[in-house]
């Protein structure tokens, strides 16, 4: 199992001491650091800045927006964080949501998930540069050909050559239709709230899109990050209590009521009651009883909270599940030390037996 790092976006302010997380995540053996957005900071510009101090860990972002730049531009930053980390930049995208589609970025949400299969289909162009990109396709038209145009348009390449044709790319899915397309034609999965009660849901969702025509990985080389809260800690009590703000944002209040999909989500996990509670005390305005609702069950089937020997036989089940890295909050620098020496580099004296010589 390998471990990220998940920076998230920014509140009011920026963070003080990124830089220092991020370098002790390098140093504990993390794999990758992830930055994300909003509708406040960028996913790219954190990376670029705190990542130029690394050397080994991938870069990437969970997620950026589709809404947020054109699929070429959104190539454009991808190939130049590329040359820059030699490499190691992973393009993770997502459609985000119709509130913030067409709240924030006056783009229409319809139709999320052939958009997203053209913008793909765009960005690879750029980065193949066998020829001038075209895009025939209803939602990004290149060259574009619409009204206002002025017909002068012209299919390019890139002017600077990709460091590499098949940088990956990772979407951020949810649901069945998006999870299946994601394995068809990404190479990397951004699991949000993944569940191994749901495992099972999830490797025929997957499965579906590796057995398409055309899919370009197969589960043997098809990544899947699962962002997962993982704490050691013997107060398990109280670090539940502790993200249960965090969840009741994610069920009640993130999208509209009519269109959430974190909730679909967690219905699926057989919280629909609980759902529809904290959703009503959420939108009015009754945010502690909110949180209040949560029950820690729910927190705790999406997090591995407890000490190091609970701690390491979760991974272990996530792991056989087939999730191949775990993105990770972590507040200070002790924390990921921590998460190093529980998961990267354990005692053997306390991390049990491992395998047999070979």
Excluded at 75 to 96: E, K, N, Q, W, Y
Excluded at 237 to 243: G, S, V
Excluded at 270 to 285: A, C, H, I, K, P
């Amino acid at each position: 199992m390998q471990l990220g790092l998940q920076l998230g976006y920014w509140g009011a302010q920026p963070p003080e001491n990124t830089g220092e997380l991020v370098l002790a995540a390098e140093d504990a053996g993390f794999t990758s650091v992830f930055a994300a957005e909003s509708w406040g900071s960028d996913a790219f510009t954190p990376l670029a800045w705190w990542g130029s101090q690394t050397s080994r860990v991938r870069l990437g972002t969970s997620v950026a927006q589709l809404s947020a730049r054109s699929p070429a531009g959104c190539a454009m930053h991808a190939l130049t964080m590329d040359h820059l980390t030699g490499g190691r930049f992973i393009l993770g995208l997502g459609v985000s949501g119709p509130q913030v589609v067409e709240g924030w970025y006056g783009q229409p949400f319809a139709k999320p998930l052939a958009r997203t299969r053209e913008y793909v289909s765009i960005v690879r162009q750029v980065l193949q540069r066998q020829a001038p990109v075209v895009n025939d396709a209803p939602h990004y038209p290149l060259p574009y050909r619409g009204p206002g145009s002025t017909g002068l348009g012209k299919s390019l390449k890139p002017i600077t050559h990709p460091l590499r044709a098949d940088l990956p790319i990772w979407l951020g899915a949810e649901g069945p239709r998006n999870v299946a397309m994601t394995a068809e034609i990404a190479d990397g999965w951004l699991a949000v709230f993944y569940s191994l009660s749901l495992a099972g849901m999830y490797d025929e969702w997957l499965d579906e899109g590796f057995a398409r025509a055309g899919a370009r990985r197969s589960r043997a080389d098809f990544e899947i990050a699962a962002t997962c809260t993982v704490v050691v800690t013997d107060d398990a009590a109280a670090e539940l209590a502790r993200l249960k703000p965090t969840m009741a944002l994610y069920v009640g209040g993130m999208g509209a009521p009519e269109m959430n999909f974190h909730a679909e989500l967690f219905r699926r996990m057989g919280y629909g009651e609980v759902v529809d509670d904290v959703t009503r005390l959420f939108l009015s305005g009754r945010k502690e009883e909110a949180v209040a609702a949560v029950p820690d069950e729910l927190v705790a089937e999406t997090a591995i909270i407890g000490d190091a020997e609970h701690v390491r036989a979760q991974v272990r089940q996530w792991e056989q599940a087939g999730v191949t890295s775990l993105v990770v909050g972590c507040r200070d620098t002790a924390s990921i030390q921590v998460l190093g020496e529980t998961l990267v580099n354990p005692d053997p004296a306390e991390a049990g037996p491992g395998p047999a010589p070979a």
